[in-house]
């Protein structure tokens, strides 16, 4: 079955540790996004790759980190550093960045709580 | 830099009938401009995208570049068209996943 899968679905974290957020895509895709979802505010964009072994930081990269070794995964990390994590997060890819006729696929989906 | 404003977050209407959801956009350049819709308990996927000018699900949007808006709209609503929509944009010539999102706007389609 392709597609985009993010895992946990549902993750708790303790204030002051670094949590990683999984996402592996099986479409031979070359650019990944994360995107952070909160009540109102829409999708906001953290960090994007367009090839592996490069990424770069969106509108609100403080307190994440990234990293892509391999084309299939994009891990993102959410670090002490970060003082709002609370939020559903969203991984997306896109077949190819400079194709007009491209969309983003989006995963299911992690939520991210910290007590 | 780029906005999307959707200055709806709610919007309810009865079966049957026209459906507007409104989004405004700026930016300095040549934009892409695309709708992205969540049903419940599924992923958020692409319901259309403006280079293309074609009608997804009886759904249809044009770009005004006059006003800066992308607005959706169907003529008949239905009661499965109930979902989160979302407007966003991409800068043209740049990687077409990096988008720039509206706030929403949840439709809510009544029987």
């Known amino acids: 079955d392709g597609g985009i899968t993010q895992s946990p679905k549902y993750l708790f974290r303790k204030e002051g540790q670094n949590v990683t957020l999984s996402c592996e895509q099986n479409l031979n895709h070359d650019a990944m996004y994360w995107y952070r979802q909160d009540p109102g505010q829409g999708l906001r964009l953290i960090y994007y790759s367009q090839i592996v072994n490069d990424f770069q930081k969106g509108d609100i990269a403080e307190g994440y980190s990234v990293s892509r070794e391999k084309k299939e995964s994009f891990p993102l990390t959410v670090t002490s550093a970060q003082k709002n994590p609370t939020a559903f997060y969203l991984c997306?890819?896109?077949?190819?960045?400079?194709?007009?006729?491209?969309?983003?696929?989006f995963g299911q989906g992690t939520r991210l709580t910290v007590v | 830099a780029q906005r999307v404003t959707q200055p709806e977050k709610l919007l309810s209407v009865f079966k049957g009938a026209p459906v507007e959801l409104k989004c405004n956009y700026s930016y300095s350049g040549s934009p892409e401009l695309f709708w992205y819709v969540q049903y419940s308990r599924q992923r958020l996927q692409l319901l259309l995208r403006h280079i293309s000018r074609e009608s997804i699900k009886g759904f249809t949007a044009d770009l005004n570049k006059g006003e800066t808006s992308f607005h959706l709209k169907k003529p008949f609503a239905q009661e499965e068209d109930s979902a989160m929509y979302y407007c966003a944009l991409s800068e043209w010539g740049t990687s077409y996943g990096k988008l720039t999102f509206g706030q929403g706007t949840i439709l809510t389609v009544h029987p």
């Open positions: 997306a890819s896109s077949i190819r960045p400079s194709n007009m006729n491209t969309e983003a696929f």
